[in-house]
């Protein structure tokens, strides 16, 4: 793929001195709802006005969006306030709508990155335009389909890209609606350090109270800025009602936020520092996890030793784990007295949770 360094052209010309921010509803529902919202964000930090045209939505029966018709409120939107426009494009005849009325900046969604042939087509449609397209993550958390998507617009000679954040599904039950799995967005930045990445925390989170938190984290690592869901009446909003936020608390949000510049040495040094913290409490809050769901399995085993009437301790077992993790965190850097203390605290908590179990009444 050819320089990056091209592609966050448009948005360095921008000349922002903070994130950039795209906000606005989930959903155009009528023309007043996209206009009056519009106007509640007009003198505030945000640069794209976005409103969902077409809505994927996983089950039929929903809002599916009000189509083509959509487009001209945006249009008047850009009139009125100055305002870019944005929106999300998922075949070619979005293409062509969309640029028909001058759309300024069109997003594929996440349903889409997942199948190489929409984003082809999608390719295809905008060769060469001069507007700027942002790709979403693919639902599923695979690096490749997400870069793939991003070589087939550069091969199709659009110049202005970049990558939208927004999690990924899982069937576990979690307190995201998609889980960020931040690793894989660092990834994508340390492959193209210059691709524009911007944070959609109102699909990661699904609820206006975790927006500010995810954001923070976005911003410590250095994404380039926030696609925030944006609704004036969120709680009655036609999709997506959880996770929309008020003009009001938008602009909290962006007071709140601390952005961190690199502009002398130390706030280069903070920046480092926080972008480095919060990559490490994203692997503790791994660990906890991890841990937490160790303990299940364990209980399970409790339960089973329980109904077979066996002892807790089986010591073949425990040093058999005991030998491979050493070797694996050998491999790793670990030290054999670090593996040691760690697996003889996780081992006890194991047994505390078996006996317990063991010895409940019934
Ligand atoms: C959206 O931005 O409203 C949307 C449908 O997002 P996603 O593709 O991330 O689900
Ligand atoms: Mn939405």
Redesign the pocket.
């Known amino acids: 793929m050819e320089n990056t360094k091209e592609m966050r052209k448009w948005l360095d010309d921008l000349n922002l001195g903070h994130p950039l921010v795209i906000a606005g509803p989930?959903?155009a529902e009528t023309e007043e709802q996209v206009l009056g919202i519009a106007h509640s964000l007009k003198d505030t930090d945000v640069s794209y006005y976005?409103a969902?045209i077409w809505?994927?939505r996983t089950r039929p029966g929903n809002f599916e969006g009000v189509g083509a018709l959509g487009l001209k409120w945006l249009q008047k939107v850009k009139d009125e306030t100055g305002m870019k426009t944005a929106t999300?494009v998922a075949n070619r005849a979005h293409v062509e709508l969309a640029l028909e009325h001058d759309i300024d900046l069109l997003?594929i969604?996440?349903?889409?990155t997942v199948s190489p042939f929409i984003v082809q087509e999608i390719a295809d449609a905008l060769e060469g335009t001069d507007k700027v397209v942002l790709i979403?993550n693919p639902?599923n958390p695979d690096l490749s389909l997400w870069l793939g998507a991003v070589e087939r617009l550069s091969t199709a000679n659009i110049k202005k890209l970049g990558v939208?954040h927004?999690g990924f599904s899982t069937y576990e039950k979690t307190k995201y609606r998609?889980i960020p799995e931040w690793q894989l967005a660092i990834d994508l930045q340390t492959r193209f350090p210059d691709l524009p990445i911007i944070n959609?925390p109102?699909?990661i989170t699904g609820k206006r109270d975790m927006i500010f938190d995810v954001s923070q984290t976005a911003l410590d690592l250095n994404f380039d800025g926030l696609?925030i869901?944006t609704h004036h009446d969120p709680d009655n909003a036609w999709?997506?009602a959880a996770q929309q936020v008020t003009p009001k608390t938008l602009v909290q949000i962006m007071k709140d936020l601390i952005i961190r510049k690199e502009s002398d040495s130390e706030a280069e040094y903070n920046a480092k520092l926080s972008n480095l913290r919060a990559q490490i409490d994203i692997f503790d809050h791994q660990l906890i996890e991890t841990l937490g769901k160790r303990m299940k399995v364990s209980d399970s085993i409790g339960a089973l030793k329980k109904q077979k009437n066996v002892a807790v301790l089986q010591s073949n077992r425990w040093n058999q784990i005991l030998g491979a993790m050493i070797l694996e965190g050998e491999s790793k850097g670990l030290s054999e007295e670090f593996i040691l203390k760690m697996f003889k605290a996780i081992h006890q908590e194991s047994i505390n949770h078996q006996e317990k179990i063991i010895n409940a009444e019934i």
């Open positions: 989930c959903s976005r969902g809505k994927p999300e997003w969604g996440a349903r889409s979403k639902v939208i927004r998609n959609d109102s699909h696609m869901e999709s997506d």
